[in-house]
Structures are given as C-alpha cells and as structure tokens.
C-alpha cells in the first residue's frame, strides 16, 4: 500500500516560473519527511528536509510546506530553471527506518 | 570521500536465472537499506542492515530475494530464478547510523530480465 501519495504525476514549468509538487500521509508515526532529487541515470539525492514541528523550511529557492493537521507536505521551487529539470520524490520515515516514497514527479523546466 | 557504489550498473538476464547485485556503502556507515524502483514508479523498501543486528527483510517480495551484509561493509542482493516482472533498478543506500536521517544513494543496477 502507498503510505505516501505524490502529485501531480509530471509538471512542466516554465523557466523562471514556480514549480509545486505536493504529497500526502497517512501513518502520523512520520516524522521525518525528505525531498529527494533524481536526474536521468543517477540515484535519488537528499534535497530538503522537514521535520513536523516547523511549518515551513527555505533553502534557496526550494521551499517546504507542511500542514501536520491536514498531513501534507509540499515542494515549491521558485525561479525554476532548466537544470532542475529532473524526478523529485517526497519521503516520509519514521524513527530513522526505512524511506517510504511516493511514485514521483517529473518536473521539466522550459527554457 | 567515496559514495555509495553499485555493481554492475546494468545487467542482462535469462529468465530463470540467479543474479548478485553488490553495494559497497560509504565508509563508516552502519545502516544500509535496498530498494526497487520499477520504471515510472517510487522507490520500494525491500530490507536494512543496522550493524550486526538481524537485518528486516519485511520488504523483500518473496523468498526468491536475500541479501546479506558482511560486518559494517558490503553487501550483496540475490535474486533466484529471476521472473520478468523482477526488471527494475535496484537501489543500494547507506547512512552514518539506523537513527541518522540522510540516506546516501547509489547510482542503482539496471536489471533486465529477458
């Protein structure tokens, strides 16, 4: 069973536009909820990380949202450009186990 | 330092056949999970390996799927009388320890099963 649900499944944005990829979960034993980024050929990459006792954390241009009371979380990506062009995953995990993920997103950026 | 490396990066197989997929995770890395990511989908938990406890396999598919872990080092993922739908890329990752949040990843093995 998917225990985090992902969308939408592809995304095309335009260069200098905002990208935004949003996930849900159920099981609120989560506490830890990563981004992951992957490029053609290559394995995931940690992006952004968020634990749920903050509502929003910023790292450059990449932004989470996390709403605990609706159990979502989201990925903005302002000033999207063409190099991040790639499949970014949300995660959920609880206690230090094993990652859960969704199905994925697959972003192009249009120059 | 090295990341996480993987062995082969892709390989062909006959139906029925039995392959071994290695990891080698970053050194000093205690914790060491694999995953499946079949095409067009996320990534699947299959099992973990914290230091010298008993690994979880409660993501392994079947009973055709095993790995072991030699002490804190590396780690190989087998797969008996490989089927079709076991195509995918295998992911291999580690992190400093069971309770350390940054997995690493590999590049992943591209398993294709003819």
């Known amino acids: 069973q998917q225990q985090v649900k992902q969308s939408p499944q592809s995304l095309i944005v335009q260069k200098g536009g905002i990208s935004i990829i949003n996930c849900a979960y159920e099981n609120t034993a989560f506490d830890y909820f990563p981004w992951y980024q992957q490029f053609p050929g290559k394995g995931p990459a940690l992006l952004i990380a968020?634990?749920?006792?903050?509502s929003e954390k910023k790292e450059g241009r990449f932004t989470i949202s996390f709403n605990k009371s609706a159990k979502q979380f989201s990925l903005h990506i302002m000033d999207s450009q063409p190099g991040d062009s790639a499949t970014y995953f949300c995660?959920?995990?609880?206690?230090?186990?094993?990652?859960?993920f969704g199905k994925g997103t697959s972003l192009l950026v249009t120059p | 330092g090295a990341g996480v490396s993987q062995s082969p990066s892709n390989k062909v197989t006959e139906k029925g056949k039995d392959v071994e997929l290695r990891c080698d995770p970053i050194?000093?890395?205690?914790?060491l999970y694999w995953y499946r990511q079949r095409l067009g989908q996320g990534l699947e938990f299959l099992i973990y390996?914290?230091?010298?406890?008993?690994?979880?396999k409660s993501g392994l598919p079947s009973d055709r799927f095993s790995a072991e872990r030699t002490g804190e080092s590396v780690s190989t993922l087998t797969i008996q009388r490989t089927q079709q739908e076991d195509s995918a890329v295998y992911l291999c990752?580690?992190?400093?320890?069971?309770?350390?949040?940054?997995?690493?990843f590999g590049p992943g093995t591209r398993l294709l099963v003819l």
């Open positions: 990752a580690s992190s400093l320890t069971g309770l350390s949040e940054t997995q690493y």
């Open positions: 050194s000093g890395h205690t914790a």
């Open positions: 968020i634990r749920p006792d903050v």
């Open positions: 390996f914290q230091g010298n406890s008993a690994p979880d």
């Open positions: 995660a959920a995990q609880d206690s230090g186990y094993a990652l859960n």
